[in-house]
């Protein structure tokens, strides 16, 4: 067992994030809390994956949602963000060990020729449309047309009614100007050992929680229109190896995270490098909506890597919406339907809001956001 293994070994009881813990998810957007589920609720989770038919969804499976429900993960939210709808589903995040593919991914790059284990650094809440894998040709509109007219909702143009592969609507709002779902906190809840790199964990942009609140506020300056089609982000990279790669975030908060020992894709494009999330069965990373991060291939572990995924929001922002946990667009149906608010309720401004102010929805952390403005 490592070093990382021997060190996180005991269950955590303390329900509340001590001084410097709050300094530290101030700095880099995300903390981990060390054996936050007991042992009989990892064990129960695993045997309900192992246990699962072919074809059979165990999102809303209370074996993996207690993971949160019946563990101390929960009070310990409660206190650094504050009120939240107990998790009814949850993403069954399971990766087989593989070695590097020759397939096109998401950013329009041959997996086997991406740095940091195929990390795909994104912001959460966007539409995926799977990458071609034919180089694509033709003028960049007629490769934007084809590729969204490719997805389960057909040809429907630039429209709030189109959803992606990942069931995340192109854009959140009818008037187009908001294209980010968003919530207030990942939870990631580990199964299995990760505690060396290359193993398929979750990896995180220390942080870009920052870059991000900042850009976003920016492209409000510019006329209100945030997240990819607004100021400064494109949707799609026609750079890319198969011209048609997905931008999962925008190239002024890249220029901030690459330096000369940022590694490159063989066309020379240097790539912000992540910090792999070294965890154990029974530890938990919360971390802030806003912090860009991706799971990675599970090239060298010993089994499947197993991460049970929640999303959660502050109550606040919508206190008579009930959420699952699940869902990276919120202020929508799980398949875009379009949900019925109270008058004078605007949905989309009251996420432009919290994308704009992110530390407004952690409340247990108000006194450390506070001093750290000051200073």
């Known amino acids: 067992m490592s070093q990382v293994a021997h060190s996180v070994s005991k269950v955590r009881a303390n329900p509340s994030l001590t001084l410097e813990e709050k300094r530290a998810f101030h700095r880099d957007g995300y903390f981990i809390v060390r054996g936050a589920v ?93 990458s071609p894998q034919a180089v694509q040709e033709g ?14 909702s057909g040809d429907l143009g630039q429209s709030a009614e189109v959803m992606g592969h990942n069931s995340t609507p192109m854009y959140q709002d009818p008037e187009r100007t908001l294209s980010l779902g968003s919530f207030t906190a990942f939870l990631f809840v580990c199964l299995n050992d990760q505690t060396e790199p290359g193993r398929g964990q979750t990896n995180v942009l220390p942080g870009s929680h920052h870059a991000m609140e900042k850009f976003f506020q920016w492209q409000r300056s510019q006329g209100d229109r945030l997240g990819p089609e607004g100021p400064g982000w494109p949707r799609l990279n026609h750079d890319a190896p198969n011209r048609c790669g997905m931008v999962y975030m925008p190239e002024p908060v890249m220029a901030k995270f690459i330096d000369e020992t940022s590694e490159r894709t063989p066309d020379g494009k240097r790539w912000p490098r992540p910090t792999p999330v070294l965890m154990q069965a029974g530890d938990v990373c919360v971390a802030s909506y806003h912090i860009l991060h991706s799971g990675s291939r599970n090239e060298l572990g010993t089994e499947s890597r197993k991460n049970i995924i929640f999303r959660i929001r502050n109550k606040r922002r919508q206190p008579n919406k009930v959420l699952t946990g699940i869902s990276d667009h919120p202020d929508r149906g799980w398949r875009g339907e ?38």
Request: proline share 7%; net charge negative; aromatic share 8%.
């Open 38 to 130: 007991s042992p009989d609720l990892v064990e129960a989770a695993r045997r309900r994956i192992k246990a699962a038919q072919k074809g059979e969804s165990l999102m809303n499976d209370a074996a993996l949602t207690d993971l949160v429900n019946a563990s101390s993960i929960a009070p310990i939210l409660h206190e650094v963000m504050g009120k939240f709808d107990p998790p009814t589903a949850c993403q069954v995040g399971i990766l087989k060990r593989r070695e590097p593919g020759q397939h096109f991914n998401s950013l329009g790059y041959r997996d086997c020729d991406m740095p940091y284990f195929g990390a795909e650094m994104h912001q959460d809440g966007n539409i995926t449309i799977n």
């Open 338 to 375: 379009w949900l019925e608010y109270e008058p004078g309720n605007n949905p989309w401004q009251r996420s432009k809001d919290a994308l704009c102010d992110m530390w407004d929805e952690w409340e247990g952390m108000r006194e450390v956001v506070a001093e750290m403005r000051a200073g």
């Open 139 to 152: 003028a960049p509109d007629e490769i934007y047309r084809r590729h969204f007219a490719s997805g389960p």
